[in-house]
């Protein structure tokens, strides 16, 4: 079975609805932000990134939001459908520093 | 699209067995990186590499070791494979990031290891 750890926290939310996932950062000097998407049993995929310079930034069916003032990143997805169910976590980092901190994740469940 | 594969889905070891993690990526990507995920904990960095032959530490070193003798491929390896380190091991690759470009990484699909 498996190990004992924290708890993902979870977002249920209707088939059709829009979800919100939230992540606070911690390095006030992070150049970009990337949100990832994990489906069970396979490796993350990268769905949409946006740098300190800007606030807003809108792919298909996603919005990600930037407040550099309060160290938030949000994750909005339009319309959620049901493989839109996976974790999602976001990720910092600085040019130059090739490493990314990681998020724990949020499990995003759809209910149809 | 950029692949990044790694050598097995799935692995049962025993304590105390040498094991070999082997990811390839097709993207003539610099850097190459070791994460272990465990429910819960997110994904930590046991080791990175930024260049062939070269390689730096991630927050949990312990008990691994890594090789990339090519630019393409990099190597986990667990001297002496013990219960602890069960757990999904990830590996992705991205370019160098100070030039302002592509700075995304690239995950392979994993590997689940199981030490009995």
């Known amino acids: 079975g498996e190990s004992v750890g924290l708890h993902l926290p979870t977002l249920s939310v209707q088939e059709g609805d829009n979800s919100i996932i939230n992540c606070a950062y911690s390095?006030?000097?992070?150049?970009?932000f990337i949100w990832y998407k994990q489906e069970s049993g396979k490796g993350p995929q990268f769905i949409i990134d946006?740098?300190?310079?800007?606030d807003k930034r809108q792919g298909q069916r996603v919005t990600v939001l930037l407040n550099k003032t309060v160290k938030h990143l949000s994750l909005q997805i339009a319309a959620t459908q049901p493989g839109d169910s996976a974790v999602y976590f976001c990720?910092?980092?600085?040019?130059?520093?090739?490493?990314?901190?990681f998020g724990t994740g949020t499990r995003l469940t759809i209910i149809p | 699209d950029v692949k990044v594969t790694q050598s097995s889905r799935y692995l049962v070891k025993r304590t105390g067995e040498k094991v070999f993690l082997e990811c390839v990526q097709d993207?003539?990507?610099?850097?190459m990186f070791w994460y272990r995920q465990d429910p819960g904990l997110g994904l930590r960095l046991i080791y990175f590499?930024?260049?062939?032959?070269?390689?730096e530490k991630g927050d949990i070193p312990e008990g691994y070791s890594v090789s990339r003798e090519k630019k393409e491929r990099f190597s986990l390896i667990l001297e002496s494979a013990s219960t602890n380190q069960t757990s999904m091991y990830l590996c992705?690759?991205?370019?160098?990031?100070?030039?302002?470009?592509?700075?995304?990484?690239?995950f392979g699909p994993g590997t689940r290891l199981t030490v009995t």
């Open positions: 946006i740098r300190s310079n800007m």
């Open positions: 993207m003539d990507h610099e850097n």
């Open positions: 990720a910092e980092g600085e040019f130059g520093n090739e490493k990314l901190t």
């Open positions: 992705a690759s991205s370019p160098l990031t100070g030039t302002g470009g592509s700075y995304e990484q690239y």
């Open positions: 590499s930024y260049d062939v032959k070269m390689k």
């Open positions: 390095n006030s000097a992070s150049d970009y």
